[in-house]
């Protein structure tokens, strides 16, 4: 199977979305999930929104200390950034480039706990205690006790609501759909459940890929109903009307024909290009059936001039299909995950449809049409054979 890089954009192809009021709970739940779908074979990689908090390191200043030495909050705070994070001492030129250099304490102070609580904190009169030859600082232990704790998680929200967003990554050449069924039936295997107040739902590629298509058929109805319209007025006849229409359901089934047969993903592209071969395929169905419609022999059924009429609509039909095809052919050798799914699903539809028209249209236009045409016309020469003569005159 060709790897699936198409459709919408999405975070993570495969996504479960844990909802509910409390973060604890969220947090248990994703967890619990996140374990579940790490040990499938197809991801390769689980994370969740919402997890415990990293380790971090705080320190409690005693302020009443800090005053007595002329010290206060800001101060303390200024002298550690400058240790820690570092201090821009100058720049070098690299090339076009001039990058800043900065100073700060090794990884090894750090590293350390009890490295970081004996860093020097200067007096504010340390020109002063130097001069007298003084050590002008204090160890931050001093002043400061060092307390580790868990950083607060970030609370996401969708809609107004928490949620807890379990992402997972799949291995290449594995659809999304494929990978999410496999997730969905471990997390049942493994009764995984919800509380009350708490529910599941669906994200990733099969979301986007609802809504995307949600939005491709929200005009469907509309555009079926101008489609039976416009060739119902062109062939004034409810039957022609359903041949057309058949051509048009076995057109996008040919088209997704071609897709299983060139091994591409029913996705995004390829419904846009299904939608787009129905068009264009059934113009092969519409100037057949109005051949034969305009051709008296042919509208009552005689197969010779059936025959005619559908060889001298073969020369625009098949000059059209290869046409078409040509100009998609190009799109389908250079390859790629974007544009050959399209291009197979309206070149596939348009040639075998263009098949089915030459073999199927005739043979239902006798059928549904002609037959009932030639009954008609024979109804109505029975009934003028029928009539009464007058009489003759004694």
């Known amino acids: 199977m060709r790897d699936l890089i198409q ?17 604890d709970v969220l947090r248990a739940l994703g967890d619990q999930a996140r374990a579940l779908m790490a040990d499938l074979p197809l991801v390769t990689q689980v994370r969740s929104g919402v997890t415990g908090g990293a380790p971090q390191l705080r320190f409690e200043i005693d302020e009443t200390a800090a005053r007595l030495l002329g010290l206060n909050v800001t101060d303390i705070a200024a002298q550690l950034q400058a240790a820690l994070v570092g201090v821009t001492g100058g720049s070098m030129v690299e090339g076009t480039d001039q990058m800043p250099i900065r100073v700060r304490l090794t990884d090894a102070v750090q590293g350390e706990i009890s490295a970081m609580a004996d860093l020097p904190i200067l007096m504010p009169n340390a020109a002063e205690l130097s001069a007298q030859g003084l050590y002008p600082a204090v160890p931050l232990s001093e002043l400061a006790r060092p307390v580790v704790e868990a950083a607060e998680s970030v609370i996401t929200r969708r809609n107004g609501e928490r949620v807890n967003t379990v992402q997972a990554y799949i291995v290449p ?26 529910r599941i739902e669906l994200g990733g590629d099969s979301d986007a890929r609802s809504d995307t298509i949600g939005n491709l058929l929200a005009s469907v109805g509309l555009i079926v109903t101008l489609t039976i319209a416009t060739i119902a007025l062109t062939f004034n006849s409810f039957r022609l009307t359903a041949v057309a229409l058949i051509v048009c359901v076995l057109s996008a089934g040919l088209s997704m024909l071609a897709l299983a047969v060139m091994q591409f993903p029913f996705g995004i592209n390829a419904i846009i290009g299904v939608i787009g071969s129905i068009g264009v395929s059934i113009n092969a169905a519409i100037i057949i059936l109005t051949g034969l419609k305009g051709n008296a022999r042919a509208a009552m059924g005689d197969t010779e001039a059936m025959a005619q009429v559908v060889t001298g609509s073969s020369r625009h039909i098949i000059s059209t299909t290869i046409t078409t095809f040509g100009g998609f052919l190009p799109l389908i050798l250079a390859g790629g995950g974007f544009w050959p799914p399209f291009a197979v699903a309206i070149a596939g539809g348009v040639l075998l449809s263009a098949v089915v028209s030459f073999y199927f249209v005739p043979p239902m236009f006798a059928l549904l049409y002609a037959r009932r045409q030639k009954s008609q016309d024979a109804s109505q020469t029975g009934t003028l054979t029928d009539a009464p003569r007058p009489l003759a005159a004694q």
């Open 7 to 23: 459709g919408p954009p999405v975070a993570a192809p495969v996504e479960i979305r844990l909802v509910g009021p409390d973060l």
């Open 173 to 198: 050449g594995v659809l999304p759909e494929e990978a999410l069924q496999s997730v969905l039936a471990s997390l049942e295997a493994a009764g995984f459940e919800t509380p009350a107040g708490y």
